[in-house]
């Protein structure tokens, strides 16, 4: 079958309409045109190859067959035959998930991070075959790996991960299986994309920004991700910044930022990291010095301390506010630095965040940028940014991949 290409220079457009309709479907053509400020017949020539290729389709959705009089058409994602795979490499524990392209979940396992990386890559691949063989009328298209640390420009390794002592993984060349008995399923042409875990979080938060947004704007923002670590994902113009070159991989690690000089010694090798004094592990140390363990001897974890805030401690309560106010010093060098002043924190340290909010508020506040500029600081989700994040990266690189293919296909 003959189909028409996609109009001249707007493969971008065509990629931020998929991600629109991603979030939102089933939409009208209509309120495509209307969310992407485009004329309703470019959004026409945009979607006739993607029908044609099968990637979506046209019904009136229940809810609308409901109204009185004719009911619009939506739009939606199809492809049922195929999923993806999900793969986050957390450092206490990874989870590993199948979905369709529409995000629909399939099936998810996850298991405490060995701390050798030869073996929990092991155990990655046993759950991504348990998986496949637990979908057999579906055909695996790509698998999404989201990593602890920076990755190469090509996304194929994990550089270094300072929480789990891994350095230069070969995390692609793991997962990829060559077993010709399994090949119906999962063979050497399914690509495996592997990206820095924050950089993944930024992709999760800007489909859920898509679904939520009333003005429909993809502005920038960027993205802090608080957990054992600290992370930092951009958003710029709708779309992720991974930065230029063969070091593009180190962006966005300002967890290793010094904000005390000779402070206390970080798993990266320096002194005085932002993520020893703002992450949600380090509330432990900042809760009880380096005595971490309650009287049971159990490990002090984030939330026994946010419980402890909520049940009205104030130790815990002044524990969650000088890491509100650390995490907002952090805060305010990035705004400086990059010129973004949207920021969305996401991560378990949002668990603490109305102890957590006002210090780091004001700490950003005594800033000359937090004077001079106007910022805003929003919490994201605690959860969910880790499997999510994974799967859309690889969902995302899908979806150009298959614009790419309708063109050439014209």
Same mark, same amino acid.
């Given at each position: 079958?003959?189909? @028409?290409? *996609? ?22 053509? =209509? ?16 979607? /006739?190859?993607?029908? =044609? ?6 019904? $009136?959705?229940?809810? &609308? ?16 035959? @195929?999923?993806? *795979? ?12 199948? $979905? ?56 194929? +390794? ?24 399994? =090949? ?18 930024? &992709?999760?938060?800007?489909? /859920?920004?898509?679904?939520?947004? /009333? ?19 951009? %958003? ?43 992450? $949600? ?52 060098? *990035? *705004? ?20 957590? @909010? ?7 506040? +005594? ?32 979806? $150009?991949?298959? %614009?790419?293919? =309708?063109?050439?296909?014209?």
């Amino acid at each position: 079958m003959t189909t @028409k290409s *996609i109009p001249a220079a707007s493969d971008e457009t065509t990629r931020n309409m998929l991600r629109v309709l991603r979030a939102v479907q089933p939409i009208s053509r =209509a309120d495509l045109a209307r969310r992407l400020e485009l004329n309703r017949s470019t959004i026409t020539e945009m979607v /006739k190859p993607l029908l =044609a290729c099968g990637l979506l389709r046209e019904a $009136a959705p229940e809810q &609308m067959r409901a109204r009185l009089g004719r009911p619009p058409i939506g739009l939606s994602l199809r492809e049922e035959s @195929k999923f993806f *795979i999900g793969v986050n490499i957390g450092v206490r524990r990874s989870q590993v998930g199948a $979905a369709l392209v529409d995000g629909e979940l399939l099936g998810e396992e996850s298991f405490d991070t060995p701390s050798d990386s030869e073996a929990a890559l092991t155990q990655v691949r046993a759950s991504v075959e348990r998986l496949c063989a637990s979908l057999p009328h579906r055909t695996l298209s790509a698998i999404g790996v989201s990593v602890p640390g920076p990755t190469n420009a090509e996304r194929t +390794r994990l550089l270094f991960a300072p929480h789990l002592g891994w350095r230069d993984v070969a995390v692609a060349e793991a997962l990829r299986i060559t077993d010709p008995s399994r =090949a119906r399923i999962l063979n050497h042409q399914v690509p495996v994309i592997v990206e820095n875990d924050a950089t993944a979080a930024a &992709m999760y938060e800007r489909r /859920k920004r898509l679904r939520n947004s /009333k003005d429909d704007e993809l502005s920038d923002f960027v993205l802090v991700r608080v957990g054992t670590g600290i992370g930092v994902g951009l %958003v710029i113009g709708g779309e992720v910044y991974r930065g230029t070159g063969t070091d593009g991989g180190l962006l966005g690690e300002f967890g290793h930022m010094t904000i005390v000089a000779g402070g206390k010694s970080c798993a990266c090798g320096n002194r005085g990291c932002w993520e020893r004094y703002a992450s $949600a592990s380090s509330a432990a140390t900042l809760y009880s010095g380096e005595r971490r363990h309650v009287s049971n001897g159990s490990s002090l974890r984030f939330v026994d301390i946010v419980s402890r805030a909520e049940a009205g401690e104030m130790r815990a309560q002044a524990t969650l506010e000088r890491i509100g106010d650390y995490l907002g010093i952090g805060i305010g060098n *990035i *705004i400086s630095g990059l010129g973004i002043a949207r920021i969305v924190v996401s991560g378990r340290i949002v668990f603490g965040w109305k102890f957590i @909010k006002e210090p780091l508020h004001r700490a950003v506040a +005594r800033t000359m940028v937090g004077r001079l500029a106007t910022w805003v600081v929003e919490s994201g989700e605690p959860t969910g940014a880790g499997l999510g994040g994974a799967l859309e990266v690889v969902i995302d690189q899908h979806l $150009a991949t298959m %614009v790419a293919q =309708a063109r050439s296909a014209a």
